[in-house]
Antibody, heavy 127, light 108 residues
Framework: QLQLQESGPGLVKPSETLSLTCTVS??????????WGWIRQPPGKGLEWIGS???????YYNPSLKSRVTISVDTSKNEFSLNLSSVTAADTAVYYC???????????????????WGQGTMVTVSS | ETVMTQSPATLSVSPGERATLSCRAS??????LAWYQQKPGQAPRLLIY???TRATDIPARFSGSGSGTEFTLTISSLQSEDFAVYFC??????????FGQGTRLEIK
């Protein structure tokens, strides 16, 4: 059974870089059928898609975060990572990693909704 | 960016009754609309995709409908475990993939 697990520091200082890793177990991150993504949720608020990556390294990012976000993949370790630079208190959130199946919709690439999620990890930005 | 608006923000319903949640998109998302359920301290759980297809192991009391810009999630007979927050998500016009702000379903 496929499982995802987030890891990384729970506290990051303002202006520094938030770094998280998602380890995939019970299956291969190199499957051609899936993208792997990050989604966050500030306390008591809604969900925000950060971005997604394919095993080949192709990435898609939320334009609102694109200038600060890098998502990378390490197929040898079966994991993918999130770096978010120049963080502020507004980046305080639970960060989830999740899997999304590839969907071809009338010739266009879409990502199906995420069907498997990690448990989430709380990251607080504070000095 | 496609903005998703859910209503109401909070819905109070008695166990055994029907609950109807709404989601509106600022532009057409075709049928590429999903619903998630989230309980406190847990990750979201996929309920519905393609506007009306139940995800794996989702009970038949959950149903979705709609296309274009107007969508509905119906829970036919509320069980105690159904009281949670529900989010809609569009994945047609991306990036970015966008979510609604959520509807909290509470016990009346």
């Amino acid at each position: 059974q496929l499982q995802l697990q987030e890891s990384g520091p729970g506290l990051v200082k303002p202006s520094e870089t938030l770094s998280l890793t998602c380890t995939v177990s019970g299956g291969s991150i190199s499957s051609s059928n899936y993208y792997w993504g990050w989604i966050r949720q500030p306390p008591g608020k809604g969900l925000e898609w950060i971005g997604s990556i394919y095993y080949s390294g192709t990435t898609y990012y939320n334009p609102s975060l694109k200038s600060r976000v890098t998502i990378s993949v390490d197929t040898s370790k079966n994991e993918f990572s999130l770096n978010l630079s120049s963080v502020t208190a507004a980046d305080t959130a639970v960060y989830y990693c999740a899997r999304a199946a590839v969907l071809l919709w009338f010739g266009e690439l879409l990502l199906n909704p995420s069907d498997i999620w990690g448990q989430g990890t709380m990251v607080t930005v504070s000095s | 960016e496609t903005v998703m608006t859910q209503s109401p923000a909070t819905l109070s319903v008695s166990p055994g009754e029907r609950a109807t949640l709404s989601c509106r998109a600022s532009q057409s998302v075709s049928s590429n609309l999903a619903w998630y359920q989230q309980k406190p301290g847990q990750a979201p759980r996929l309920l519905i995709y393609g506007a009306s297809t139940r995800a794996t192991d989702i009970p038949a009391r959950f149903s979705g409908s709609g296309s274009g810009t107007e969508f509905t999630l119906t829970i036919s007979s509320l069980q105690s475990e159904d009281f949670a927050v529900y989010f809609c998500q569009q994945y047609n016009n991306w990036p970015p993939i966008t979510f609604g702000q959520g509807t909290r379903l509470e016990i009346k």
